[in-house]
């Protein structure tokens, strides 16, 4: 059996086919086949300003806070679910509906939605060190021994587009998991890569935005681990 899982052309054919870009103010949904490769992020959103990308964005709780919190910087939830998609835009509507936020005053203009395959998108589509940081929070453990080969972090071309597609200029890569086994692999796997070195973990400026997962493990009584790695510039 495969340590790892084998990613190919054909597998991503076969999960990508409905991949779209969602503007979280309109909801216009673009397929991502119609946007260059790579993109360029300065168009895509109409502004130069840094680009952050969440990792398994899930009901959106942190790509809501944090977008709020940080107008000034360009935040993409990557996703590949769709029903967690859906629950992303509505957590956003109503927000935007609750607190009678205007959509032409730019309130989340500096969010998009990719519902798509991570991998696929940072492989294809990320331009080299045009990443200001990643945040992967609670990535599925597969705990299953058999199923463990599906993690993402034991995925190289994934591994490798983290590294080429962060800003060499101190892009961050923030974790957070509860899964503690996983935890130690992460750690293990991301030690193979010369270009990141691990920071200390209060260097986060959000970490105190829970996701959902979170807030669910934190009442349960699970410890949280974080790690925060920093790209080096050689």
């Known amino acids: 059996m495969r340590e ?3 990613y190919n052309d054909l597998y991503y054919q076969n999960t990508t086919v409905h991949s779209q870009i969602i503007d979280i103010v309109t909801a216009r949904a673009v397929s991502l086949g119609e946007f260059p490769v790579p993109i ?6 109409g502004n130069p300003h840094p680009v952050e990308i969440e990792i398994g964005s899930g009901k959106g709780r942190f790509l809501l806070e944090a977008s709020k919190r940080h107008p000034t910087v360009n935040y993409i939830g990557i996703e590949r679910a769709q029903k967690y998609v859906a629950l992303t835009q509505e957590r956003f509507e109503k927000h935007i509906r609750h607190f009678g936020v205007d959509r032409a005053s730019g309130t989340f203009s500096n969010v998009r939605l990719a519902w798509t395959d991570a991998n696929y998108f940072l492989t294809r589509y990320v331009p080299t060190g045009s990443v200001q940081a990643y945040h992967i929070y609670f990535p599925d453990p597969w705990p299953k021994k058999r199923q463990r080969k599906r993690r993402i972090f034991r995925n190289q071309d994934f591994l490798s587009a983290l590294t080429r597609t962060l ?7 923030y974790i ?14 991301l030690s193979g890569l010369s270009l990141l070195h691990p920071v200390a973990t209060d260097a986060s400026p959000d970490q105190d935005i829970a996701t959902n997962f979170e807030m669910k493990y934190v009442l349960e009584g699970r410890e949280i681990h974080r790690s925060v790695y920093e790209r080096c510039s050689s």
């Open 4 to 6: 790892n899982p084998d």
């Open 40 to 45: 360029d992020w300065e168009a895509f959103f």
């Open 167 to 173: 800003n060499p200029n101190r892009g961050r890569l």
């Open 176 to 189: 957070a998991t509860d899964y503690e086994e996983y935890f130690q692999e992460i750690q293990e796997r």
